[in-house]
């Protein structure tokens, strides 16, 4: 039979029935019908697609749009912080005064600056809110002593939370005042200044006449106590400015950073060391890379799911259809057509999920965005490739059962 059924099928070629039998019109008509044949099978095996390229768009959508924002907060924070620091100096004359940041101040694209000076001898300093000593309570609490200028809050990106911070008249009075952080504040017990409170350190009064809290920059503030200073210069021995903060506009933090030691200590630039925020543009690169990397390979996970269930329906339809492939073989349908109806069966079913797929995860991506007052970043690239990998996936996906149904005998088959 099976010789008969051979000759049968040359003699059908011979006649001119074998490879007409099914052009691409055909193909495609036999696709489709094989598709709508089973359309609560055929919607589900494209669920699957259509969640893996929905998974797939979302990911990488809201990773792009979460990284620009991320970025966005980069440049509004770190992206304009400047910092110089001024190293000892071996001479009697500081490299840096405490005039020099009017110098900075004048400079194209600074916001605010401001100086401090510090020591490893002021580092650990006894502190007390009252100058009475009772027997078995602690005498005072343990902080650090600075100084600054009257630009420290701003420049520190922080705000006063009770009183004033001290000004020039402070400074060229040689005032004993001082600014608490609000942790310092709250260790001492203070938490107005209304009455005028007073702390104590190396056996000196000054008057506390702010606190300071919310500082972004500099956060060990909030555990110190800062003075003005020519008065820290006198009472503590903090006359040397060891740092200068400066905040900058968008995009001015490298021009600043050049140009900052020139104008706080010309001659000797070379000696001031400038910390100065990396490009945003190559650290907006880094982000959305290291985040779309990680989101892409759950999506990429997610249409594996989808393409195994392509493969998997796909091989239970050529189990279904062995009778209609022994016929189709029998009258002269060659392995190549038998196996092309086949991957054109999955590949629609991936070329209608991708789609679906790509409309879903858009629309969540801009749901999404519009919850949390983002800028949706949308890539068009993304939009159009997401169908054609849905076609790729229905395609891979159908390899295997189409070459299982075009090695089918039409004997075995009509047989089965």
């Given amino acids: 039979m099976r010789i008969r059924a051979g000759r049968a099928g040359r003699a059908a070629r011979a006649r001119g029935i074998g490879r007409p039998w099914m052009d691409s019109r055909d193909l495609w008509t036999e696709a489709l019908a094989g598709v709508l044949a089973r359309p609560m099978r055929s919607a589900l095996t494209t669920l699957g697609t259509v969640l893996g390229i929905t998974t797939l768009v979302i990911t990488i959508g809201v990773s792009a749009t979460a990284g620009n924002q991320i970025v966005g907060r980069f440049d509004a924070l770190t992206a304009t912080s400047v910092t110089v620091v001024v190293p000892a100096s071996a001479d009697a004359v500081p490299i840096v005064d405490w005039s020099g940041v009017d110098a900075v101040r004048r400079l194209a694209g600074v916001d605010s600056v401001a100086a401090i000076a510090d020591s490893t001898d002021t580092a650990s300093v006894q502190v007390r809110a009252n100058d009475v000593v009772a027997p078995g309570d602690v005498s005072g609490q343990t902080m650090a002593v600075v100084a600054g200028s009257p630009a420290l809050p701003a420049a520190v990106r922080g705000r006063m939370t009770a009183g004033r911070f001290f000004d020039d008249g402070n400074i060229a009075r040689h005032d004993r005042v001082a600014v608490l952080g609000d942790q310092a504040a709250r ?168 789609v679906i797929g790509a409309a879903l995860g858009m629309v969540v991506v801009v749901a999404v965005s519009a919850v949390r007052d983002w800028t949706p970043v949308l890539d068009v690239r993304l939009a159009l490739g997401a169908p054609v990998a849905g076609a790729v996936v229905g395609l891979l996906a159908g390899l295997y059962p189409s070459l299982r149904a075009s090695r089918m005998e039409p004997v075995d088959a009509l047989r089965a």
Wanted: hydrophobic share 50%; net charge negative.
């Fill in 187 to 354: 260790l001492l017990g203070i938490t107005s200044v209304q009455d005028s409170p007073a702390v104590f350190l190396k056996g000196q009064a000054y008057t506390v006449i702010g606190i300071l809290g919310e500082a972004e920059r500099e956060q060990q503030l909030s555990t110190a106590v800062i003075l003005p200073p020519t008065t820290a210069e006198e009472q503590v021995g903090l006359g040397v400015v060891t740092r200068v903060l400066i905040n900058t506009a968008l995009g001015a933090a490298q021009q600043v950073a050049h140009q900052a030691p020139i104008a706080l200590a010309p001659g000797s630039e070379d000696a001031l060391a400038v910390t100065a925020p990396p490009d945003p543009a190559k650290a907006r690169k880094g982000v959305q890379g290291d985040v779309n990397g990680l989101f892409l390979v759950l999506g990429l996970v997610s249409l594996v799911v989808g393409a195994i269930g392509i493969a998997n329906v796909t091989l239970v339809t050529v189990m279904e259809r062995i009778g209609e492939i022994g016929l189709r073989r029998a009258l002269g349908a060659s392995r190549r057509q038998i196996a092309g109806q086949f991957l054109v069966e999955s590949t629609t079913i991936g070329l209608l999920g991708g």
